[in-house]
């Protein structure tokens, strides 16, 4: 039998692993992967036990974006329509997934897979990673791609890379702000893990609240977004793990986040996700 083209692991804490799993293709975005993707994201949007998702690969690569092959098989306006839409309603589920979303990137990350990295939450590369919005090379402006790009790093390195379709270091990409750490591969799953585990550490409620007034709140004016903040934050503060926190860092000890998230859970606490 075949392996599936997305592997689950779940750990005791809520913490989801996902891995891309077409190593022979680098990982290509085929319909199929896409379709995998988007199912498991959204089924993870509904499940309350989630606590932060971990996008990796198996294989020499991270992502090589779509399938070219398969996307020259079928050459007409109508099915890239429905490729990209495709592509673009998986992107977005990843930046409306209610908990934080963690790329593990190594090797190459090119195109859609760089936009892949780009849409999520945070990233940490291995030193031998490399990005590159390469279209431009087969005469394809990466387009979507270039949306999440220029929304990581600035304006005139985007552009640069979408209309040269060089390649950037990982550390080049750390600077940029594409990723936020870079380590050497052997430590990368150590520097996942630690970064995964100050998260968890934090009351769930607050990082889904957030998470969702980030993204709200960088797409709209100021007046606009401090508005939302201020709501987001009134929100928040009700919240018992919050007035937990407080309390506990007014009598200067540790908070006890259990019963907190006992009393949120009780209340049926579920922040929206929506955008």
Known sequence: M?????????????????????PQAFNALSE????????????????????????????????????LKEMRAEPSLEYYQRLFAQCTAVMLSIQRLPVPVIARVHGLATAAGCQLVAM??????????????????????????????SRNVPRKAAFEMLVTGEFVSAEEARVLGLVNRVVAPEALDDEV???????????????????ALFYRQIEVGIESAYE??????????????????VQAFIEKRPPTWLAAQESTAQLGVRPAASL
């Open 2 to 22: 075949e392996e599936p083209l997305l592997l689950q692991h779940r750990d005791d804490r809520g913490v989801v692993t996902l891995t891309l799993n077409r």
């Open 228 to 245: 939302d903040a201020g709501s987001t934050m009134a929100c928040n503060m009700m919240d018992p793990s919050a007035l937990e926190g």
């Open 120 to 149: 999520c939450d945070l990233a940490v590369a291995s030193d031998d990673a490399r990005f590159a919005v390469s279209g431009i090379n087969v005469g394809l402006f990466c387009a979507t791609p270039g949306v999440a790009v």
């Open 32 to 67: 199929a992967m896409l379709a995998a993707l988007g199912e498991a994201i959204d089924a993870l949007a509904h499940d309350e036990a989630v606590r932060a998702v971990v996008l990796g690969a198996a294989g020499k690569a991270f992502c090589a974006g779509h399938d």
């Open 193 to 211: 893990e630690a970064l995964v585990a100050r998260i968890v550490s934090k009351p769930g409620v607050a990082v889904a609240m957030g998470k």
